[in-house]
């Protein structure tokens, strides 16, 4: 059996996809709500499946709880560190001792 990644579409990608609907009566934030959970996967997915109904009610509420439970202050910090620390790795592969 084949195993598929998915890969998470970009923010870019949404807001390109959302700004194509264009509904009489329908707001961009309702629009937002129904395409957002589209986008997600693996633990996202399952944290924003397993909301349940009628918690949020707006695409600025759910916004906020993502980024609560997805991208923690700690957690943020953390993956920062680790770029920064990756990306001085690689300068100094790259540059000759002392240039730095």
């Known amino acids: 059996m084949e195993t598929r990644t998915t890969m998470p579409m970009s923010r870019e990608r949404v807001l390109d996809i959302v700004s194509l609907f264009n509904i009489p009566g329908v707001s961009h934030d ?3 709500l129904h395409v957002f959970p589209i986008t997600l996967t693996r633990a996202a997915k399952r944290w924003v499946d397993r909301l349940p109904p009628g918690t949020v009610d707006s ?3 759910l916004k906020k709880a993502f980024i ?3 991208c ?3 957690k943020t910090a953390k993956q920062l560190e680790e770029i920064l620390t990756s ?3 690689e300068t100094r592969h ?3 001792p002392g240039t730095i």
């Open 59 to 61: 695409w600025d509420l």
């Open 87 to 89: 990306s001085r790795k």
């Open 68 to 70: 609560q439970r997805c």
């Open 94 to 96: 790259y540059t000759k």
């Open 30 to 32: 309702a629009v937002m």
């Open 72 to 74: 923690p202050p700690s």
